[in-house]
Structures are given as structure tokens and as C-alpha cells.
């Protein structure tokens, strides 16, 4: 049998057994705009991964809890699953990955004013640059700031790093573009937005993937079924439509 007709059957049995009946319990961290308790649709993932199990009969229940207890009550199967998270191996032992849910964007956000280019990690030198604490920027600038290449005044906050940008106390911040856009127009006025930009080269880019525990028998086939509807949610070009675009924040190359 085929991939695509064995799909097409685990739908259909799928379908019968559990429509408008089975429920996903999924636990997350806050994590806006793409995970929030308080936002609707609890964010961009989450109606993401909640329209495609509703395709499949599924309804979707979250629990935000902080992320370390979110994940160690999935991996634990007191959960079905929890989302989103990066790929390592370690994981894999106690979960099914996803097909890719988001594709994390990375940038490097200035104020309008500083004529700011880059295309390596060389040319961030010399700069004030902000960071989060305990956050990593990727192999390489991480071992820029490590050798002392680069410094990095790390706080503990995005807010916290955008009125350092705003004040000019630092000149460059790494952060992920739409948490940015969140944090930006839901902390800041329309003016002090409309004065920072950031630079069209990312930084980093990532994928951030639904996990499924592997201690829940039905999750193998769940996980399959899921992708085969993400793939087809991609490729129909609704997959875009979840993501807002900033009318204020536009890059500066």
C-alpha cells in the first residue's frame, strides 16, 4: 500500500472512531505571538496545530505551564504532547517530531538612524550589542562574545533590551522577528516603534517542532496524520495567512 493510500485510510478510521470526541492535550510554555495563554487562539502555533487536528476530528486542549514542567509532564505521557520545541537527539528517545509547525527567524534589530550593515559576525564588532541571558545566538556568535570578539550587555527581558535600544545604550539586538513584532506593539508606543528596524539578513534561522510522547500508543499514527495535513496546509499557501505582518516594522536592508 501507499503512503499516500495508508494515510488516506488512518484518516478515515481516524475519522469514524474519534470525530467531535478525542481530545490532544497538549502542554506549552508562554511564548507570544506564536504560543499565549491569553491570546486568541493561544497564539500562532497553536491555531496552527489546533485547525489541523481539527481536521482530523481532534479537539485541542492547552495547559501553559513553564517550559521545563511542560516538557517533563509530556515526556512523562501525562500529556499527548507539547509544543513547540527545537530538534536534538536526545529528545527523540521520548517523542515523535512533527513535520517543521514554525520556522523561527532571527535578526538583528538597530534604530533607523544607525546605518547599519552586515554579513558576518566580523562586522558586529565595535558594536553595543544586547542579549537575553542564558540565550544562545548560534555556534558563532557565541564564540565571538566567548573569545571576547564581540560584547554582549545580556539582560533578562525583551522590553528590557528594546529601551536599552531606544535610549542608546546598545546599538544592536538579536531577537526573533515576530516575538519582536509582539513584544514591540504590545509595549511600546506607535512612535518609538516607527524608530526601530532591523536588518533583512538573519541572524539565525530555526525550526520549532509539535512533540508527541512516545508513551501514548495512538501518537505514531497521530504524528503521521498530522504531518500528512501540515504538508497540505503548507502547500495550499493558508499556511502564511497565520502569521501577521507589521505595518510599523519594516527591515532596513
Known amino acids: 500500500m501507499s503512503f499516500i493510500a495508508t494515510i488516506c485510510l488512518l484518516i478515515a478510521n481516524f475519522g469514524q472512531a474519534s470525530y467531535g470526541k478525542d481530545i490532544v492535550r497538549i502542554a506549552a510554555g508562554e511564548w507570544p505571538p506564536y504560543l499565549s495563554e491569553n491570546m486568541p487562539g493561544h497564539g500562532v502555533a497553536a491555531q ?21 514542567r511542560a516538557f517533563k509532564e509530556a515526556k512523562a505521557g501525562n500529556f499527548d504532547g507539547t509544543a513547540v520545541w527545537l530538534k536534538n537527539d536526545e529528545r527523540l528517545a521520548d517523542f515523535y517530531y512533527s513535520n517543521p509547525v514554525i520556522r523561527e527567524r532571527h535578526v538583528l534589530f538597530h534604530m533607523r538612524e544607525l546605518p547599519f550593515s552586515w554579513e558576518s559576525i566580523q562586522d558586529l564588532q565595535g558594536l553595543k550589542i544586547g542579549g537575553i541571558l542564558n540565550f544562545s545566538y548560534g555556534d558563532e556568535f557565541d564564540k565571538a562574545e566567548k573569545s571576547g570578539k564581540i560584547h554582549v550587555d545580556r539582560t533578562n527581558t525583551d522590553v528590557q533590551n528594546f529601551r536599552k535600544l531606544l535610549a542608546g545604550r ?83 536592508k
Open 48 to 68: 496552527i496545530i489546533t485547525d489541523i487536528f481539527a481536521e482530523l476530528g481532534y479537539q485541542v486542549e492547552y495547559r501553559f505551564l513553564p517550559w521545563p
Open 170 to 252: 546598545i546599538q544592536i539586538y538579536p531577537q526573533e522577528l515576530q516575538v519582536s513584532i509582539n513584544v514591540l506593539q504590545t509595549n511600546f508606543s506607535p512612535e518609538e516603534v516607527s524608530r526601530i528596524t532591523y536588518h533583512a539578513k538573519p541572524l539565525m534561522e530555526k525550526d520549532s517542532f509539535l512533540l508527541l510522547s512516545k508513551k501514548i500508543k495512538r501518537n505514531q499514527d497521530l504524528i503521521n496524520l498530522f504531518n500528512y495535513k501540515l504538508d497540505r496546509l503548507k502547500e495550499s499557501g493558508k499556511y502564511q495567512k497565520y502569521f501577521p505582518r507589521s505595518q510599523e516594522i519594516s527591515p532596513s
